[in-house]
Nanobody, 122 residues
Framework: QVQLVESGGGSVQTGGSLRLSCDVS????????MGWFRQGAGKEREFVAY??????STYLADSLKGRFAISRDKSMVYLQMNRLKPEDTAVYYC?????????????????WGQGTQVTVSS
């Protein structure tokens, strides 16, 4: 069993930055690729980024390239978010998949955190 706990959300103004963290426990982090997804109010959950089990490769949603970045260390996964926009407002979720090279499809993920709220005001 894997437990995921997100932190680092909050309220910022347009153009600001936040760094989300995901604390992974229960199993060796290197067994999983890790992803971030988000869900805005009244919207479907959407893919943000993933990083492979080794951390050697990352993949971001096209609309977020250049502003967001995903990284990992031995027990944590991070999402650095820069130049935030009001449309980035959402609950952000960390997820783990046994597909070691990652996936942009939420159905491929086995474990999910509870989410952390990010609110960007104009």
């Amino acid at each position: 069993q894997v437990q995921l706990v997100e932190s680092g959300g909050g309220s910022v103004q347009t153009g600001g930055s936040l760094r989300l963290s995901c604390d992974v426990s229960g199993r060796t982090l290197s067994s999983y690729a890790m992803g971030w997804f988000r869900q805005g109010a009244g919207k479907e959950r959407e893919f943000v980024a993933y990083i492979t089990w080794s951390g050697g490769s990352t993949y971001l949603a096209d609309s977020l390239k250049g502003r967001f970045a995903i990284s990992r260390d031995k027990s944590m996964v991070y999402l650095q978010m820069n130049r935030l926009k009001p449309e980035d407002t959402a609950v952000y979720y960390c997820a783990a998949t046994s597909r070691r090279y990652g996936s942009a499809y939420s159905g491929d993920y086995d474990y999910w955190g509870q989410g952390t709220q990010v609110t960007v005001s104009s």
